[in-house]
């Protein structure tokens, strides 16, 4: 089993430009997650989905899309990239819920919005 | 309101002794409490979770954490520090059933 993966690892975008970060796991989890790490504030949840077609938001969902229409995948979108964006984004997955059970996270794509 | 407080953005220790990295909660429903590590350059993993049940949590490579209900906190030890236990610790408690909140993290470093 691969796990979770998420692509691009690096991306640079310019103000203003838009992107699609992927993630896939094929350990046929119900719920997938998109978190965002920065400096000193840990990891805040940005979208998250407890199955195909179902998706709700986080903490921080001001600027981020998701869709979920298998499975395997949940795509984070930046409709429209602004500086503030910057981070370092995560994707997890578990069984269900992340209350209850591990969550397994992907290696991380790094962010930088010019 | 939950929250997670992490005392202490950095702990260093010397190998061979004792880890403590401290972590206080609160909590509007029954806490479910977690710690996950971060190696550099990757993702989180669990060390180990504490829902219901005994009160004294062991996780993977020798860490345990023990949930005091009277004090709030959900601390992690570790009795003998290793060189490879370097790397970022993370505290989380339960939002709802689908969501955590993760403490601000506590890099740990670890002195030959």
């Known amino acids: 089993n691969a796990g979770v993966t998420q692509t691009p690892k690096f991306q640079v975008l310019k103000t203003g430009q838009s992107m699609t970060l992927q993630c896939a796991q094929d350990?046929?989890?119900?719920?997938m997650s998109w978190y965002r790490q920065d400096p000193g504030m840990g990891l805040r949840l940005i979208h998250y989905s407890v199955g195909a077609g179902i998706t709700d938001q986080g903490e921080v969902p001001n600027g981020y899309n998701v869709s979920r229409s298998t499975t395997e995948d949940f795509p984070l979108r930046l409709l429209s990239a602004a500086p503030s964006q910057t981070s370092v984004y995560f994707c997890a997955s578990s069984v269900q819920g992340a209350a209850h059970y591990e969550q397994y996270f992907g290696p991380g794509t790094r962010l930088t919005v010019t | 309101a939950q929250s997670v407080t992490q005392l202490g953005s950095h702990v260093s220790v010397s190998e061979g002794a004792l880890v403590l990295l401290r972590c206080n909660y609160s909590?509007?429903?029954?806490?479910?409490l977690f710690w996950y590590v971060q190696y550099p350059n990757q993702g989180l993993q669990l060390l180990l979770k504490y829902t219901t049940g005994a009160t004294l949590v062991k996780g993977i490579n020798g860490f345990e954490a023990e949930f005091k209900k009277s004090e709030t906190s959900f601390h992690l030890t570790k009795p003998s520090a290793h060189m490879s236990d370097a790397a970022e610790y993370f505290c989380a408690v339960r939002y709802s059933s689908y969501k955590l909140i993760f403490g601000s993290g506590t890099r740990l470093l670890v002195r030959p």
């Open positions: 350990m046929n989890h119900e719920y």
């Open positions: 909590s509007s429903v029954p806490p479910y």
